[in-house]
């Protein structure tokens, strides 16, 4: 049983930064494939960014890409998502999420994550 906290959210001006992170216990951090989601109020979960095992692939929506880095740091169970030129429309609950799926094509799909965070709030203002 995975255990996922993320932190970092917050308030933040249009065309600033954030870096959320999620602390994994639990479980053996290296063995899963971690991903970063987002839900808006009225909106469907949407991915943001996935890593792969040993953070050799990563994977974005075109929505972000260029402006969000997922990173993760095995030693400390801890995965990163690096935000920048934030915009108002990104205003959302982040979570981070565990998989132990086998193909990368089920990390861009909430439903092949198996343990969920409780989510970290980030609010930007125009």
């Known amino acids: 049983q995975v255990q996922l906290v993320e932190s970092g959210g917050g308030l933040v001006q249009a065309g600033g930064s954030l870096r959320l992170s999620c602390v994994a216990s639990?479980?053996?951090?290296?063995?899963?494939?971690m991903g970063w989601f987002r839900q808006a109020p009225g909106k469907e979960r949407e991915f943001q960014a996935a890593?792969?095992?040993?953070?050799?692939?990563?994977y974005y929506p075109d929505s972000v890409k260029g402006r969000f880095s997922i990173s993760r740091d095995n030693a400390k169970n801890t995965v990163y998502l690096q935000m920048n030129s934030l915009k108002p429309e990104d205003t959302a609950v982040y979570y981070c999420?565990?998989?132990?799926?086998?193909?990368?094509?089920?990390?861009?799909?909430?439903?092949?994550?198996?343990?969920w965070g409780q989510g970290t709030q980030v609010t930007v203002s125009s």
């Open positions: 890593i792969s095992w040993n953070g050799g692939r990563t």
């Open positions: 639990g479980g053996t951090f290296s063995s899963y494939a």
């Open positions: 999420a565990a998989s132990s799926a086998y193909r990368d094509s089920l990390w861009r799909d909430q439903r092949g994550y198996g343990y």
